[in-house]
């Protein structure tokens, strides 16, 4: 059977070029309309704003699918947590962005400042309570991360982080960044690890998007109590690399892998 796991380099042809240009056109007509119906949403209740605006999630990957032929399926249902948990995700498309918001609901996301400044995209997105943060603050954007992502877990709120800190190529490694783990811990909150293979289909900055189905794996609940923040982001890491890898190789029947062991003076 085609496909583009592993080192397999996916073909671009009419459809594709079809496809992902109607997907984009989908995409910013969606993008404008919900920005819009934003602001008549605005004076309401979070819950309501969120239920309103999110609807441009479901509406995207439906389109996705519709336009590009490219599904999704989701390993480790039984690995969510019962409370709301920091999440840190494998980050190499625009893709997971996406899909999390169907899985963890409501969340919030850890990113930098600068999105919310985005035409139409970043005037929605304000409306969603985003843990908006300025990375040149070195200190003080971990202080803010903290106080914030507090708030957000007490009030329902999953919390989202990329803690490789942008969007990477498949295939390639990046160190974890310790905002995301050092919340976790700081509020004595379980970690859940997310991977997925978005990148071999829809490519980071990347125009197209090829036909396919993507899988994203949720991983076990890591326990923060007696965990030093260099051992939580290293099981994080462990599972999610040693994860990303096993959906590129392995068939249908996959499943999430147990959690690694760390070094325990880390």
Not at 225 to 251: F, G, H, P, Y
Request: charged share 20%.
């Amino acid at each position: 059977m085609a496909s583009h796991y592993g080192s397999a380099k996916p073909s671009v042809n009419l459809r594709v070029l079809i496809g992902s240009g109607a997907f984009l056109f989908g995409q910013v007509i969606s993008t404008v309309t919900f920005a819009m119906l934003g602001f008549a949403v605005a004076p309401l209740s979070f819950e309501r704003r969120y239920a309103v605006i999110t609807n441009w999630t479901h509406f995207n990957l439906w389109w996705l699918r519709i336009t590009c032929g490219l599904r999704h399926e989701i390993l480790g249902f039984e690995n969510i947590p019962s409370m709301p948990s920091v999440i840190l995700c494998k980050h190499e498309s625009a893709w997971e962005t996406l899909a999390l918001q169907t899985v963890f609901c409501p969340q919030s996301w850890v990113l930098k400042r600068e999105l919310l400044n985005i035409p139409f995209f970043g005037w929605g997105l304000r409306l969603l309570r985003p843990i908006a943060i300025d990375r040149s603050a070195g200190r003080k954007a971990l202080q803010s991360l903290i106080k914030e992502g507090r708030d957000r877990l007490r009030s329902g709120c999953w919390i989202v982080v990329f803690p490789e800190g942008t969007r990477v190529p498949p295939g390639t490694k990046r160190s974890f960044q310790k905002g995301g783990a050092a919340l976790a811990k700081r509020t004595g909150t379980m970690v859940t690890p997310v991977a997925h293979n978005a990148g071999d289909f829809w490519p980071r900055h990347g125009f197209l998007k090829f036909p396919g189905v993507i899988r994203l794996a949720i991983g076990p609940g890591i326990e923060t109590q007696d965990r030093s923040i260099d051992q939580i982001n290293e099981m994080a890491k462990q599972w999610i690399d040693t994860c990303v890898a096993d959906l590129r190789t392995s068939d249908a029947a996959l499943r999430p892998r147990p959690l690694p062991r760390v070094n325990q003076s880390l």
